[in-house]
């Protein structure tokens, strides 16, 4: 799904899917028009492909934003803080918790604002799959990480992960962002990102149940199949 450029108001949209083995990944690449700055979430895997990309847009990578330590989401922000001289973001929580260390590493608490030029990054502290994942929201769009899926939430038996902190953040991103933002997850299961938060509030099942109980026991229900089955 490479090269399909959204355009928005004040940024352009780049989503490059990136693999190794098993692992599919979707890492994105935000362009603020008026600067030419532009940001990267969760990059991994394949240096070719988005050194390649970051040279054919002509930008100046400012900052990469993680949405959690998981390997898959970030085993190439050091090379590029080496390449390009970003700052790299993440939550105060998930550094913390984790020990994740990087150079130029930034702790990010909940609702703290990063400007890539004109294009403000809010931090939605969102943990469940993580002891401190989060989104990162911009306007019409969220990154959701391994926290939401199109299709599903991500799981949570790691290490800090929490059942039913999942259940409150998804409670906190059904009611506090807008109904017809765009969301794009780190992994597809089929359908791609990029769906609206009004189709997840009708066809993700995580979005539909409003009792935590009910949600915990069926987010960490048994025998469930097809984690690792990324499109
Ligand atoms: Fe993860």
């Avoid at 693999?19 to 030419?36: A, G, H, R, T």
């Avoid at 009004?198 to 109980?213: G, M, P, R, T």
């Amino acid at each position: 799904m490479e090269n399909i450029l959204m355009l928005n108001s004040n940024y352009s949209l780049l989503k490059l899917k990136v693999e190794f083995l098993n692992y599919k990944n979707f890492c994105y690449i935000i362009v603020d028009k008026d600067s030419q700055e532009a940001a990267i979430i969760d990059p991994a895997w394949d240096i070719d492909k988005i050194s390649d990309k970051i040279g054919q847009l002509d930008v100046k990578l400012t900052s990469i934003f993680l949405t959690h330590s998981h390997y898959d989401h970030t085993n190439l922000a050091e090379h590029l803080v080496k390449r390009y001289n970003s700052h790299v973001f993440m939550s105060k929580d998930e550094i913390n918790h984790y020990g994740y260390r990087c150079p130029k590493l930034n702790a990010l608490s909940d609702k703290d604002s990063i400007y890539i030029g004109n294009t403000k990054v809010s931090c939605m502290l969102t943990p469940g799959h993580t002891f401190g994942s989060s989104c990162y929201l911009l306007q019409g769009s969220l990154f959701t990480g391994d926290t939401v899926f199109i299709e599903g939430c991500g799981i949570c038996t790691g290490t800090g992960a929490s059942a039913e902190q999942m259940y409150d953040s998804i409670q906190n991103i059904k009611n506090n962002v807008s109904h017809d933002t765009k969301i794009y997850p780190g992994h597809s299961y089929g359908k791609m990102p990029g769906y609206s938060l009004s189709y997840l509030l009708k066809e993700n099942i995580y979005f539909q149940i409003d009792n935590k109980d009910i949600f915990i026991s069926y987010r960490m229900r048994k025998n469930q199949g097809n984690l690792f089955d990324f499109k």
